[in-house]
Antibody, heavy 119, light 105 residues
Framework: EVQLVETGGGLVQPGRSLKLSCVAS????????MSWTRQAPGKGLEWVAS????????YYPDSVKGRFTISRDNAQNTLYLQMNSLRSEDTATYYC????????????WGQGTLVTVSS | DTVLTQSPALAVSPGERVSISCRAS??????MHWYQQKPGQQPKLLIY???NLASGVPARFSGSGSGTDFTLTIDPVEADDTATYFC????????FGSGTKLEIK
């Protein structure tokens, strides 16, 4: 059974940093692109970042480019999202998703971790 | 960005057929995917690449379309299908529709 378990969310002040983690199990982690997708409270879904299966390439939308960094440790079956210079509009539940970028879809989702950016 | 437009809400009775539409601001080939999100839960993949049923999804769900106009059909609708349904394209970066909230009367 595929499982994606996110941790690391919480309350953080604007301008500060936070790092999310996602531990994957039930599939061969290093065979798949991985992504982060977020959902602001009561709102829709927004893609945040994708990384190739090797970790050699990463992709971001303009809304987070230069502030967020996606990475992975294939030996530990773990995906990360480093979030810097956080803003109130980054407040959302962040989902770890199996799937990538062009032409791909998000086949599996974690349960999500809530990030609240507020002073 | 490719904008995906969905109607905000629909209400149907159990046993009926419902079609949920998604229109893209530009062509996305067949790279349209559909997700179901029940309250308090993470989204779940239903349909990938316009018309392919995801593993474990009941055959009551189907998808169609190409280019700019896509449809998710549920036939027959069951009470458990109460949820918000999102479309997502992966032809031009990755964007989601704003979701269609389905109410079962």
């Amino acid at each position: 059974e595929v499982q994606l378990v996110e941790t690391g969310g919480g309350l953080v002040q604007p301008g500060r940093s936070l790092k999310l983690s996602c531990v994957a199990s039930g599939f061969t982690f290093n065979n798949y692109w991985m992504s982060w997708t977020r959902q602001a409270p009561g709102k829709g879904l927004e893609w945040v970042a994708s990384i190739t299966n090797s970790g050699g390439s990463t992709y971001y939308p303009d809304s987070v480019k230069g502030r967020f960094t996606i990475s992975r440790d294939n030996a530990q079956n773990t995906l990360y999202l480093q979030m810097n210079s956080l803003r109130s509009e980054d407040t959302a539940t962040y989902y770890c998703t199996r799937g990538g970028y062009y032409g791909d879809w998000f086949a599996y989702w974690g349960q999500g971790t809530l990030v609240t950016v507020s002073s | 960005d490719t904008v995906l437009t969905q109607s905000p809400a629909l209400a149907v009775s159990p046993g009926e057929r419902v079609s949920i539409s998604c229109r893209a601001s530009e062509g996305v080939n067949s790279y349209m995917h559909w997700y179901q999100q029940k309250p308090g839960q993470q989204p779940k993949l239903l349909i990938y690449k316009a018309s392919n049923l995801a593993s474990g999804v009941p055959a009551r769900f189907s998808g169609s379309g190409s280019g700019t106009d896509f449809t998710l059909t549920i036939d027959p609708v069951e009470a458990d299908d109460t949820a918000t349904y999102f479309c997502q394209q992966s032809w031009n970066e990755l964007t989601f529709g704003s979701g269609t909230k389905l109410e079962i009367k």
